[in-house]
């Protein structure tokens, strides 16, 4: 009789496991603001990297822009030296606050920096993919480095690419990462990105993109928008000191389920 049960339970927890179609479990770190010339931003980073470092199971990191608070190779040499002592792989998206062409950091020269550090990485444009299991996640970038601004404007060769590439991955689920959301988390007319309908329209020929993860705003709201989670996430130099761990399931014959936690790390 217990050697009934014992099969029973096993081909229950079988049929479970089986059903599972994809899982993954990573962290978005945004806004960090770094420089050098505020000890309390480097105690903040130290702090948040060695927090993610003792999570379970994260498969990688990404940072969703403003990672240095003004454009210079010495605040992101020194951001990368201490973001490089994660223990899983991490990506890095850029914000307006990273690049400024005539006056800090060109878009290929910050890329050049994150090289430095991330020798192994593929990594080395502000527009990036990459598969993990059964998702595909993209980083896309909507920073302006000749003028840069609070506002973000996604070019008509980057909506191009990435056309192509939700064509070329159209059997996976896709995870967007940008800096400026394109469903804002509150109105703002300095903020917003220049001409969203055009994203939108490059959306709307495709049904994989399930998350477009943000930063940006500093705040933490999630919307659903035609199917696609909207996720902006608070600055990490907020109270308490906030990052997301963001969990995604896909079970055969459901939609994917995302779940999101806001972990503080308070460095206060």
């Not at 948040?48 to 240095?68: H, K, L, M, W, Y």
């Not at 080395?124 to 998702?135: A, D, I, L, R």
Request: aromatic content about 14%; hydrophobic content about 35%; proline content about 4%.
């Amino acid at each position: 009789m217990l050697k009934k049960i014992l099969v029973l339970i096993m081909f229950i927890f079988c049929g479970i496991s089986s059903a599972i179609a994809g899982e993954i479990k990573f962290v978005q770190v945004t806004d960090a603001h770094f420089t050098v010339n505020n000890k309390y931003t480097a105690d903040v980073l130290k702090s948040t990297v060695e927090d993610i470092n003792n999570q379970q199971n994260i498969s990688f990191v990404v940072f969703t822009g403003d990672n240095i608070d003004y454009s210079s190779e010495v605040n992101l040499n020194t951001f990368m030296k201490i973001v490089k002592k994660l223990n899983v792989p991490y990506y890095i998206v850029l914000g307006n606050h990273d690049v400024f062409k005539s006056n800090g950091v060109s878009k290929q020269r910050y890329y050049e920096i994150v090289r430095k550090y991330k020798f192994f990485s593929r990594q080395n444009k502000p527009n990036f993919v990459f598969k993990k299991g059964e998702f595909v996640f993209i980083g896309l970038d909507g920073a302006k480095e000749t003028i840069p601004g609070p506002g973000g404007y996604y070019r008509p060769k980057t909506l191009e690419w990435l056309d192509k590439q939700l064509t070329k991955n159209k059997r996976h689920k896709v995870v967007i990462f940008q800096h400026f959301p394109i469903l804002t988390p509150f109105e703002s007319k300095t903020h917003r990105v220049y001409q969203p309908e055009n994203y939108y329209e490059v959306l709307k020929k495709h049904d994989n993109v399930i998350a477009i993860i943000s930063g940006h705003y500093h705040t933490n709201k999630e919307q659903m928008e035609n199917g696609i989670y909207h996720i902006s996430t608070p600055s990490l130099l907020a109270v308490s000191n906030p990052y997301k761990i963001i969990d995604i399931v896909t079970t055969k014959g459901f939609s994917p389920m995302i779940y999101t936690q806001i972990r503080e790390t308070d460095s206060h």
